[in-house]
């Protein structure tokens, strides 16, 4: 496993101990960052990205390889992500870990701009997940939902599908958040 691009392309990241611990494959992350470019330009210096159920960290990472500002991981379980974390000492201003459960965890005052989400596989936490996180969301973030690819995602009516991509056994569905919960 290793970061595919940016300022730290080629860097190798330590593999989950835990086989519950699935990172997305370098290739559909590869992609992911291209969908970012074509949407949101190839400036990410001051854009803010939620990584949800982070497992190793290796999407917040590379997004701060490829000059996103800040990064927020959150997971019930983060020592896989702060070890690689630890690996790019030089960035630990800009990357934030949360231990929480992403279906609970309590609103926040900060907003981010773009949110990655990889749940666990058919275990129906990604909707719930979606509808407890949308309080972190700015109006308009783009939101890289993965799941298995036969899986549903029934979107919570605030969030609209822009598309979907399929990556060996992942789907992507692609979303906007529409509108600031109050």
């Not at 992609?31 to 210096?45: K, P």
């Not at 497992?55 to 590379?62: K, R, T, V």
């Amino acid at each position: 496993m290793r970061i595919i691009g940016g300022k730290y392309r080629g860097k190798k990241l330590i593999s989950p101990s835990s086989p519950a611990v699935r990172p997305t494959s370098d290739k559909a992350r590869e992609a992911l960052f291209n969908i970012l470019r074509s949407r949101l330009g190839n400036d990410f210096s001051k854009l803010k990205l939620l990584d949800v159920f982070t497992g190793s960290g290796a999407f917040g990472l590379e997004a701060i390889s490829q000059g996103f500002a800040q990064v927020t991981m959150i997971d019930i379980d983060t020592s896989e992500a702060a070890k690689n974390a630890a690996l790019l000492p030089q960035e630990k201003n800009k990357i934030s870990l949360i231990k929480g459960d992403a279906c609970k965890i309590a609103q926040s005052t900060d907003r981010f701009d773009v949110m990655f989400m990889d749940a666990p596989y058919n275990k129906g936490l990604t909707e719930k997940a979606l509808a407890n996180m949308s309080s972190w969301l700015k109006t308009g973030a783009l939101c890289l939902i993965e799941v298995e690819k036969n899986e549903e995602c029934n979107l919570p009516t605030d969030y609209k599908l822009v598309d979907e991509r399929h990556y060996g056994l992942a789907k992507v569905v692609i979303a906007e958040y529409l509108y600031q919960s109050l």
